[in-house]
Each structure stands twice: as C-alpha cells, then as structure tokens.
C-alpha cells in the first residue's frame, strides 16, 4: 500500500515499537497465558520519537549521506535525480523502522508529504512495478489509466515527482529494477530504499548496513516490556539475553513479549531457555535468533490460539481483521477480535494504523516462520479455511454494495436478513470498509484465482468486488481495478473451459482498451471475444462482439471494414428479429457511410434506422435519425430536401416532448436556411430555438449548436 502521511509507519516489518493491548487489557486471549495487571509498559505506536531505540550511529551517517556531493556534484554537473539513501539488513534487523524513523525527523524538509510503498507480498514475491506506480499516483489523485503499461505508469509518476517536493520511502525491495523506474528527476525529492543486500545498478547509492542493536538499547527496548524491576535485579542476564536475541528489535520484542506475559518468569529463565533450543541448520545465520525466540513463544501457545496464529498466513497482504480471523479459524468474531488483541501484546501482530483500529498486521519477518508451521497442517483443513475466508468476503462485499441501494429494495431485504456482524450501519461506512480494505481485497481476488482450487468461489469473489466497485466509485472511477479483476475472470474462464465468460471478460477487457484509446488491442480482444461466443452458441456475445470489432475499424478510420463488420451484426439482429438493436445498427452504418462519402447508402441506413425507430414506438429515436438523413442530405448538396427531412425530424421530436433535441433542429433548419439564402425564415426558426431553450434553466442556444443533435 502506498500512501501519502507527515509522520507515522506503514506497518513496520521489524518491530521496534509495535502497538499493544493496555496492560491488564481484559480481552487477551487466556491461551496466551497474559494474567490480569500484567506490569508492564508496551511501546507506543512505532512513529519514532520516544518510541524509537538506538541506532543514532546509523541515522547520523544517513543524514550525512543526503548532504554529500554525489558524482555529478564533483564532476561539476547539477544532480539530475533524487539521492537514494540505501537501508540494508535481514527482516527483523529494524530497518524499515529506522526507515520510518528517518522520514519522521525528515519530514519537514518535504512538504508535499512522505510516501510509502511496500515492494514485496506477504508471500516473498516481488510487487509489480506496475502496481507500487499506481498506487502512488493514487496518493496525489492522478488516476493511471486502466491496462496501462509499466513504463508508461512509471512516466506518470516521475511527472507526478517532477513538480513536489518529496520523500519516497520504498520498503522491501527485492532488487534495483523494483527501484530505478520510481525514482523521480528531481533533486528536491529523496528516496529511503529498504532492501536485504545492495541494489546495484542504481549509481551513486552507499548502503546502511544494519547489524545488531547496541546492548544498551536492546535493554531499554526489553524493559518496556518487563519493567525496569526485573531488569535491575539482574542486569547480566539481560545482556545474555540480548545476545542470544543477536541484537535483533524482532526478535527481542517477542522475548519481551513473553516476559510480559509472565511476571514471575525472570529474564535469566527464558535466555536459558533460548541457550537450550538448537539451531536450525538449513536457515541463514542471521535468520536463526528469530526462529528460535519466535519457536519459544509459539511453543507456549495453546493449540486453538497457535492454529488461529498461523492460520493468519493465509490472510492477503498480511492485513487481517476480527471477520477474516473468525473465517480462517472458525470461531466467533469477538473471539476472534480478542485473540487478535492478545497477540498484539506478546508482539506477535501489530495494528496497522487505521482510523478504525480493525485492521491488524502481521510482520513480514514473521510470515515466513508461520508458513512454516502451516506446511504441517492438512491440506484439506487448508483449503476449508481459505474457502471460508472467501465466503465471508463475498458476504462482506454483497453487503457492502447492498447498503448503496435504495430502502425498500430486495437488496436492502436480503441485507436485513444477514447477521449484524456482517452488515453496515450506512452507505458511508460500506465505502470506507472498501476503501481501506481494497489492496487486500484485490489480493485476495489474486490469489484465490491463482490457486485453482476454488474457482467458483473466486468467480463470485471477483464479481461481487466489481459490484461493490461499481456501486461505490462508479465504473469510470473504477476503471483501473476493474481492468485487472476482468483479466481474472478472463484466467478461470480459459483454465476451466468457460466460453461465455471468457467472452464477456474480453468485451470487457476490449472497452476498457477502446475507452483509453489503446484502438488495435481493444480490435484483438474483440476478435477473440468473437470466437469464444460462437464456441458458446452465445448469440448475444457474437453479435456484441461482431458489433464491437466494426466499432475498433471506425475509430481507426478503415470505413470499409467498419461498416462489413456493422453488416454483419445487423444480419444476425434481424435474423434473430431483435429491432431495437436493428434500428440502432441502421444508425452505425449510416455513420459509417457518411464518414466515407458514399451518402446515398449512408441515407438509405438513416431512413431504415428512422422506420425502426418508428415501429417501436421510439419518436425521439425517430426524430434523430430524420436528423441524420437531414444532415447527409446537405453534404450531398441537396439542400432543399434536407429542409423537408429536417422539418420532419421537428415535428417526431415535438410529439415526443424533447425540447432540447426539437431546439436542436430548429438551429439546423435556421442554419440550413442561411445557405439557401432566406435569412429571414432563419431568424424565425432562431426565435423558436431560443423560446425553447427558455423554458429549461440555464439553456442557450450556443449550448444547443455545439451538440449533435445524435447526442
């Protein structure tokens, strides 16, 4: 997620100073053995300043390093790009904590904000770049249009850079192709990369490596936990402890996790305890202190509570809330939501920081260790818990769109029917449910269809998703998720042999391509979508898509192809006697005619579109028609009979009560008129214009000449 924010982590994956429970916080779970009046003082919220531990020496040399001359400085050349400070270290050294760290007390230099972007999943793999661009043009509301490409996203942000003045802060990233394209041309910006090892290829850029906090941070970060008491007692197994922890924030948090759970335990117990568990031989060295302090305080889980935690790895992009936990473990969301409160006081979760506080973050540094333990799980058990965490998404999401119709509705009623826990109060809290839970929304979506096992859930996952979207943002607004959740319909339909869907997510796909002006790609989905509905015998698709294909040929201006492709369709609609789409087929092809000259055929079309219109009743289609045929008329140099058809076009419109398109015709006989030479019969139909137009406020006349009339 990226976002825009003075101060504030976005869930930092190297614990210094996670979020807690009060201490004596009534709802943490018993399984986690935390008694009533636990004496001890968790840290605050992890946005630095007093919450933050040591590492003065690495902050100092990162400020130096933003003050040095670079290469293009010495060499006499002005910078042409911002300076990329580098904070190196392995997942729960801190330093995406001192990061975060860094871009609090750098704050004020960049007034256009702090943005922060996650570059890896939960999972291990690497973010599209594709992805962190849209969502940092997000932030400052430029909407990336939907099936752009990387470079053309990438573009848009360092536009979006060019002219602000402000501090990138990337988080994990795998290597420097994450990086390079986001990096703005702009001296007055500075970027803060978070990275395990060097990003070469990026020039001029010298790493922070973190290693081990000093021994006198490490014992004040553990004493918020325990209290200074037990500290003082015996100062010496608090420093055991730290080095049995190898420095490590992560680490050191969860063994003062512990500690805090269990006042009559002393620090010299579970620092021997630590001494007493084995290494882990296939995991890097510097990984192992983590594993095993994690594995110590997973060991005194009780069961339900150890199989809620790691059931947790499961949850898309690391977030969780009360109603995924509850669908993941099987239990009640208030259960859930209590087990979820007392994780966060042993360390083992965070709270990610939105103004609801619903939302809960397991850090990074942490996934990997319960995936391991959830390999031990049964399969079936599994794929349960994932087909439940679905379900209860989809629920959510009906709800969410069923709260924005209008009372009285079925979709109120059926709302109604759900339990209150799945239900929202107003439209209002619907839409921020979604804004705040769309990157994981999308993810789950992502996921779901990835894995291939349950396809029907992860087909009424998406279209429930593209109808919450739609309802809430509208379909234009939505356009760029839209897009992609289409392209995972498109991937079931082809995995399971679903022709009819394939072809709707293709027609869709192909709008979205039209609509952004990307005319050839829009062509080939069209194509494709052509063969996939007459794979289906789905008549509506063929004639949609046979219709959309001539439609990609008129905007590229190859008339002749446009309009075989408008014949065809009109085929098909007659044959079915399908004459609302018959009379409006007339139309295209008329359109196409004309465009290409040939006026004659262009007129035949527009007098069948009006006899089409006519026999259903449709006098306002009826009149616009006339008005076409008017118009190729004039272009064909037959002024006076386009005189005769244009006051024809008049009088449908007026039977039909629509004043602005009668207004409309009135200014085309006006100007018709003034080339034949009669001005004064040209300033009578003028008057009428404006009459007309007097009866709707704030109508013109001007306002009218500028509009097609076939608008």
Not at 133 to 158: C, H, K, N, W, Y
Not at 245 to 256: D, F, I, S, T, W
Not at 692 to 699: D, I, S, W
Request: charged share 25%; with cysteine.
């Amino acid at each position: 997620m990226a976002y825009v924010s003075p101060d504030g982590p976005d869930g930092v994956e190297a614990a210094l100073s996670p979020e807690s429970g009060a201490p004596g916080d009534p709802r943490i779970d018993p399984g986690l053995d935390t008694p009533p009046g636990t004496p001890h003082e968790p840290p605050g919220d992890g946005d630095g300043g007093a919450s933050f531990f040591g590492r003065a020496r690495e902050i100092k040399a990162l400020r130096e390093d933003i003050e040095r001359a670079g290469l293009n400085t010495i060499s006499g050349r002005k910078e042409p790009r911002a300076r990329v400070l580098l904070i190196a270290g392995r997942p729960g050294s801190g330093r995406t904590a001192l990061a975060h760290e860094i871009a609090r007390r750098l704050a004020d230099r960049y007034p256009d904000g702090v943005v922060r972007a996650r570059l890896t999943e939960t999972g291990g793999g690497a973010v599209p770049t594709e992805a962190t661009a849209r969502e940092i043009l997000t932030t400052f509301g430029v909407a990336g249009p939907p099936g752009a490409g990387e470079d053309q996203l990438s573009e848009m942000v360092r536009e979006a850079l060019a002219v602000r003045r402000v501090l990138l802060l990337l988080d994990d990233a795998v290597d420097a192709e994450q990086v390079d394209p986001l990096v703005p041309d702009n001296p007055d910006c500075l970027v803060v990369a978070v990275a395990q090892g060097p990003l070469t290829g990026i020039p001029d850029v010298r790493p922070c490596t973190l290693g081990g906090m000093d021994v006198k941070a490490a014992v004040d970060l553990l004493a918020r936990y325990t209290g200074a008491v037990r500290i003082t007692v015996d100062p010496q197994a608090a420093e055991a402890l730290v080095e049995e922890c190898g420095g490590q924030p992560a680490a050191l948090v969860l063994a003062g996790g512990w500690l805090a759970a269990r006042p009559t335990a002393s620090v010299a117990d579970v620092a021997a305890q630590l001494r007493a568990l084995p290494d882990d031989p296939g995991r890097p060295v510097g990984d192992r202190p983590l594993a095993r302090v994690f594995g110590l305080v997973y060991a005194t889980l009780a069961p339900s509570t150890a199989r809620t935690l790691r059931l947790l790895a499961l949850a898309p992009t690391g977030m969780t809330d009360a109603h995924t936990t509850s669908a993941l473990a099987g239990c009640s969301v208030t259960d859930a939501r209590t087990t979820l409160d007392g994780f966060v006081a042993v360390g083992m979760l965070r709270h990610a920081g939105d103004p609801a506080g619903e939302l809960y973050e397991v850090p990074a540094c942490l996934v990997p260790l319960l995936r391991d333990r959830l390999a031990h799980d049964r399969p079936g058990e599994l794929q349960l818990a994932r087909a439940r965490m679905l379900e209860r998404t989809v629920r959510l999401l009906q709800s969410c769109r069923a709260v924005t119709e209008a009372e009285g509705s079925a979709a109120r009623r059926k709302l109604s029917e759900l339990p209150r826990a799945l239900r929202f109060p107003n439209a209002a809290a619907a839409d921020d449910w979604l804004r705040t839970r769309l990157p994981a929304l999308i993810a789950s979506a992502r996921l779901a269809v990835a894995d291939g096992e349950l396809d029907t859930l992860a087909r009424r996952l998406v279209a429930a998703l593209v109808r919450a979207l739609a309802a809430h943002r509208g379909t234009e607004a939505a356009a760029p998720e839209l897009y992609g959740l289409h392209h995972l319909v498109l991937d079931i339909a082809r995995r399971r042999g679903l022709h009819r869907e394939q072809a709707a997510a293709l027609l869709n796909i192909g709008d979205l391509d039209a609509r952004t002006g990307r005319t050839h790609d829009a062509l080939a989905r069209y194509r494709a979508a052509l063969d996939a509905g007459r794979a289906a015998n789905d008549h509506y698709a063929t004639g949609r898509a046979m219709e959309s294909v001539g439609g990609a040929h008129q905007d590229l201006e190859d008339w002749q192809r446009a309009a075989d492709w408008y014949g065809r369709a009109l085929a098909q609609r007659i044959g079915r006697g399908e004459r609302a789409d018959e009379a409006r087929l007339y139309g295209r092809l008329g359109a196409v005619h004309t465009y290409a000259g040939r006026y004659g055929e262009a007129l035949r079309d527009w007098r069948a579109a009006a006899a089409g219109h006519r026999r259903l009743g449709d006098l306002t289609g009826q009149a616009r028609a006339l008005s076409e045929a008017a118009r190729v008329q004039e272009y064909a140099g037959r002024p006076y009979e386009s005189l005769r058809t244009c006051e024809e076009a008049v009088g449908w419109a007026r039977l039909a009560g629509d004043v602005r398109l009668e207004a409309a015709l009135q200014l085309r006989l006006a100007d018709t008129l003034d080339r034949v030479g009669d001005p004064t019969a040209a300033r009578l139909h003028r008057a009428v214009a404006d009459r007309l137009l007097g009866t709707e406020e704030g109508g013109s006349a001007y306002e009218i000449r500028s509009t097609s009339a076939m608008e």
